[in-house]
C-alpha cells in the first residue's frame, strides 16, 4: 500500500498527475457529500494549483514532499481562498487576506488544500455537534459522534476524500475525532507548529497539527508544517528532526509507562481490553510495559476548563459586530451593536464558555478557580517530568468509552467534559500525542492514545509505526489496506 510520500513521488516523476489526483478527491467529496465533512469545498482554486503543479513537473522542476497531494483544512486555519468560518455564523462570510503559516507550509511542499472542513464551533466540543452547519457524520456508523473538534477533517480523510488532513487541538480536537473515525492523528509539541493563522480558542493550549490513515503520513506532513516562525512569538526554535527517519526502528527496549489512574474506574471494558492487548502485541515486538503514576490526573478536566474558557472568553471579544463578518440589524448604539451580534452570532457553547471564561477571571473569584487551575497545570507538568524520568513514552486510551450516539453528550454537559479525560492533561503540559487504531467493537474503532516527551516526536511516531505494524504484520509498509484511497490505482 502506497504512502503518501510515494504518491508525491510518482507525481515527480510524471508517473501520476496532480490533477487526475484532485479530480478523484473532488468527485469523492461530492459522493459522500452527505457525511458534511466540509464547510466549503476549494474546486477551482485546487484544479489550477494542480495544473500548475503538473506543469512544474513537465518542465523539470524538483517539487516538495507533498507534489500534487490533496489536503483537507479545518476551517479555523485561516486561507486566503474561499471562507473561514470557524463553524460560526458570526464568521459565516469572513475572507482571510492571508494565509496560516501551517497552511502557507503545507502549499509550499506541495500539497492541495481542496476544501474546508467542518468542526464545533469555534473549537469547542468534542463531537463536532455545536457546528452552525449541521455535524459531520461518521463513516463507520453514522449514529455515532464523528469525534470533536476537528470533526470534519477525520471524516474527510476516514471517508476517503483526501489522505490527509489538518486539524487543531487543544485539549483533544484531533485525537478524539481521530478515534472515532478509525485514523491516526497527532498533536504536536506546544510551540513546535506556528499558531500564526489558526483562529484563536485558548492560546496556551492551541496546536495545528495533522490526520492521516497511517503513522508514516502524518509524520510527514508534521515535517512540513513545524519549525519557527516569526509571526507567532510561541513557536519554538527547537530543530526538526526528521520524524519519519526511525519509522522501522522498532520498540526494543523502549519503557512504554502505562498510568495506573488511566486505566481505573469509568474507563469502558471494550476499550481496555483492545488497549491491552495492543501493549501485549508491543511486548513481543520487545517493549518494557511499566506502571507510572500521574497523581494529579485526576484534577486535568476541571483545571483545563477553568483554563481554556478564561482564554476564550478573551480571545473570542474580538468578534464585536464592527470588525470581521455578522453584524447585527436594528442596533440604537454601540452597546446594542455588541450585544446583539454577539447574541445572534454565537451559539449556544460558545455563550456558556464565555460567560464561564469571565466568571473565572472575575476579580473576587479569580484566586479560587483561574490562580487554582494554574497550579494544577504545574503539578500536571511535574507529574509528566517524573513518569519520564522511567520511561520513554506514556500510554492511554484516547476515549473512556467507544463513541457515543448522536446528540447524547448534550443530556449531561459534565459527562461530555469527562470524555476528555485522556487527551486534556498533555495539552496542559504542552506535550506531543497521537491517537491511533487498536481495534474494532463491532463497526465502532477503539483508539490508543501515546504521549510523549517534549518535541520527541520523531520518537513518538517511532512507537506508534512498531504498534501499528504490530497490528497489521502482514503489510511490509505497516498501512492499513484500504480500497478507498486517493491515488491508489483503484482510486475512486
Ligand atoms: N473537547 C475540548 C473542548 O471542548 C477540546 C476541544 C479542542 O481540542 N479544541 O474544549
Same mark, same amino acid.
Given at each position: 500500500?502506497?504512502?503518501?510520500?510515494?504518491?508525491? =513521488?510518482k !507525481?515527480?516523476?510524471?508517473?501520476?498527475?496532480?490533477?487526475?489526483?484532485?479530480?478523484?478527491s473532488?468527485?469523492?467529496?461530492?459522493?459522500?457529500?452527505?457525511? *458534511?465533512?466540509?464547510?466549503?469545498v476549494?474546486?477551482?482554486?485546487?484544479?489550477?494549483?494542480?495544473?500548475?503543479?503538473?506543469?512544474?513537473?513537465?518542465?523539470?522542476?524538483?517539487?516538495?514532499?507533498?507534489?500534487?497531494?490533496?489536503?483537507?483544512?479545518?476551517?479555523?486555519?485561516?486561507?486566503?481562498?474561499? =471562507?473561514?468560518?470557524?463553524?460560526?455564523?458570526?464568521?459565516?462570510?469572513?475572507?482571510?487576506?492571508?494565509?496560516?503559516?501551517?497552511?502557507?507550509?503545507?502549499?509550499?511542499?506541495?500539497?492541495?488544500?481542496?476544501?474546508?472542513t467542518?468542526?464545533?464551533?469555534?473549537?469547542?466540543?468534542?463531537?463536532?455537534?455545536?457546528?452552525?452547519?449541521?455535524?459531520?457524520?461518521?463513516?463507520?456508523?453514522?449514529?455515532?459522534?464523528?469525534?470533536?473538534?476537528?470533526?470534519?477533517?477525520?471524516?474527510? !480523510?476516514? &471517508?476517503?476524500?483526501?489522505?490527509?488532513?489538518?486539524?487543531?487541538?487543544?485539549?483533544?480536537?484531533?485525537?478524539?475525532?481521530?478515534?472515532?473515525?478509525?485514523?491516526?492523528?497527532?498533536k504536536?509539541?506546544?510551540? =513546535?507548529?506556528?499558531?500564526?493563522? $489558526?483562529?484563536?480558542?485558548?492560546? &496556551?493550549?492551541?496546536?495545528?497539527?495533522?490526520?492521516?490513515?497511517n503513522?508514516?503520513?502524518?509524520?510527514?506532513?508534521?515535517?512540513?508544517?513545524?519549525? @519557527?516562525?516569526?509571526?507567532?512569538?510561541?513557536?519554538?526554535?527547537?530543530?526538526?528532526?526528521?520524524?519519519?527517519?526511525?519509522?522501522?526502528? +522498532?520498540?526494543?527496549?523502549?519503557?512504554?509507562?502505562?498510568?495506573?489512574e488511566?486505566?481505573?474506574?469509568?474507563?469502558?471494558?471494550?476499550?481496555?481490553?483492545?488497549?491491552?492487548?495492543?501493549?501485549?502485541?508491543? /511486548?513481543?515486538?520487545?517493549?518494557?510495559?511499566r506502571?507510572? &503514576? $500521574?497523581?494529579?490526573?485526576?484534577?486535568?478536566?476541571?483545571?483545563?476548563?477553568?483554563?481554556?474558557?478564561?482564554?476564550?472568553?478573551? *480571545?473570542?471579544?474580538?468578534?464585536?459586530?464592527?470588525?470581521?463578518?455578522?453584524?447585527?440589524?436594528? !442596533?440604537?448604539?454601540?452597546?446594542?451593536?455588541?450585544?446583539?451580534?454577539?447574541?445572534?452570532?454565537?451559539? @449556544?457553547?460558545?455563550?456558556?464558555?464565555?460567560?464561564?471564561?469571565?466568571?473565572?477571571?472575575?476579580?473576587?473569584?479569580?484566586?479560587?478557580?483561574y490562580?487554582?487551575?494554574?497550579?494544577?497545570?504545574?503539578?500536571?507538568?511535574?507529574?509528566?517530568?517524573?513518569?519520564?524520568?522511567?520511561?520513554?513514552?506514556?500510554?492511554?486510551?484516547?476515549?473512556?468509552?467507544?463513541?457515543?450516539?448522536?446528540g447524547?453528550?448534550?443530556?449531561?454537559?459534565?459527562?461530555?467534559?469527562?470524555?476528555?479525560?485522556?487527551?486534556?492533561?498533555?495539552? $496542559?503540559?504542552?506535550?506531543? +500525542?497521537?491517537?491511533?487504531?487498536?481495534?474494532?467493537?463491532?463497526?465502532?474503532?477503539?483508539?490508543?492514545?501515546?504521549?510523549?516527551?517534549?518535541?520527541?516526536? /520523531?520518537?513518538?511516531?517511532?512507537?506508534?509505526?512498531?504498534? /501499528?505494524?504490530?497490528? *497489521?504484520?502482514?503489510?511490509?509498509? +505497516?498501512?492499513?489496506?484500504?480500497?478507498? =484511497?486517493?491515488?491508489? /490505482?483503484?482510486a475512486?
Amino acid at each position: 500500500m502506497p504512502t503518501i510520500a510515494d504518491t508525491a =513521488r510518482k !507525481v515527480q516523476s510524471g508517473e501520476i498527475t496532480s490533477e487526475s489526483l484532485v479530480q478523484a478527491s473532488l468527485g469523492r467529496i461530492e459522493a459522500t457529500k452527505g457525511l *458534511n465533512a466540509y464547510i466549503s469545498v476549494l474546486a477551482e482554486s485546487a484544479l489550477e494549483q494542480a495544473r500548475a503543479t503538473d506543469k512544474r513537473v513537465a518542465a523539470g522542476e524538483k517539487l516538495g514532499p507533498l507534489a500534487g497531494i490533496p489536503v483537507a483544512v479545518k476551517d479555523n486555519i485561516v486561507y486566503s481562498k474561499g =471562507r473561514t468560518t470557524c463553524g460560526s455564523r458570526i464568521l459565516e462570510k469572513f475572507e482571510s487576506p492571508y494565509d496560516a503559516t501551517a497552511l502557507a507550509r503545507l502549499v509550499a511542499a506541495g500539497a492541495i488544500p481542496v476544501g474546508k472542513t467542518n468542526m464545533d464551533e469555534f473549537a469547542m466540543g468534542a463531537t463536532s455537534e455545536t457546528s452552525a452547519f449541521g455535524a459531520p457524520k461518521n463513516p463507520l456508523d453514522p449514529g455515532v459522534i464523528a469525534g470533536g473538534s476537528s470533526g470534519g477533517s477525520a471524516v474527510a !480523510v476516514a &471517508s476517503g476524500t483526501v489522505r490527509v488532513s489538518l486539524g487543531s487541538d487543544t485539549g483533544g480536537s484531533i485525537r478524539q475525532p481521530a478515534a472515532c473515525c478509525g485514523i491516526v492523528g497527532v498533536k504536536p509539541t506546544y510551540g =513546535r507548529v506556528s499558531r500564526y493563522g $489558526l483562529v484563536a480558542y485558548a492560546s &496556551s493550549l492551541d496546536q495545528i497539527g495533522a490526520f492521516s490513515e497511517n503513522v508514516a503520513d502524518s509524520a510527514l506532513l508534521l515535517n512540513a508544517i513545524s519549525g @519557527w516562525d516569526a509571526q507567532d512569538s510561541t513557536s519554538s526554535q527547537a530543530v526538526v528532526p526528521d520524524f519519519t527517519a526511525s519509522l522501522n526502528k +522498532g520498540v526494543q527496549g523502549k519503557v512504554i509507562g502505562m498510568p495506573k489512574e488511566c486505566f481505573g474506574a469509568g474507563l469502558q471494558p471494550e476499550v481496555r481490553a483492545h488497549v491491552l492487548a495492543a501493549l501485549d502485541k508491543l /511486548e513481543k515486538a520487545g517493549a518494557v510495559i511499566r506502571e507510572v &503514576s $500521574l497523581p494529579s490526573f485526576e484534577f486535568a478536566v476541571p483545571a483545563y476548563y477553568v483554563i481554556a474558557t478564561a482564554e476564550a472568553s478573551a *480571545n473570542l471579544s474580538r468578534y464585536d459586530g464592527v470588525r470581521y463578518t455578522t453584524r447585527a440589524q436594528d !442596533v440604537t448604539d454601540l452597546f446594542s451593536l455588541y450585544a446583539k451580534t454577539r447574541s445572534q452570532g454565537f451559539g @449556544w457553547e460558545v455563550k456558556k464558555r464565555i460567560l464561564l471564561g469571565t466568571y473565572v477571571l472575575s476579580s473576587g473569584f479569580y484566586d479560587a478557580y483561574y490562580l487554582q487551575a494554574q497550579k494544577v497545570r504545574r503539578l500536571l507538568t511535574d507529574d509528566f517530568n517524573q513518569a519520564f524520568t522511567g520511561c520513554d513514552v506514556v500510554v492511554t486510551p484516547t476515549m473512556p468509552t467507544l463513541p457515543p450516539k448522536v446528540g447524547e453528550v448534550f443530556t449531561d454537559p459534565m459527562a461530555m467534559y469527562l470524555g476528555d479525560i485522556y487527551t486534556v492533561a498533555l495539552n $496542559l503540559a504542552g506535550l506531543p +500525542g497521537i491517537s491511533q487504531p487498536v481495534g474494532q467493537v463491532g463497526k465502532l474503532s477503539v483508539g490508543l492514545q501515546f504521549i510523549g516527551k517534549a518535541f520527541a516526536e /520523531e520518537e513518538l511516531f517511532q512507537v506508534a509505526a512498531a504498534l /501499528e505494524h504490530s497490528l *497489521n504484520p502482514s503489510d511490509a509498509s +505497516g498501512v492499513r489496506p484500504q480500497s478507498r =484511497r486517493i491515488g491508489d /490505482e483503484k482510486a475512486p
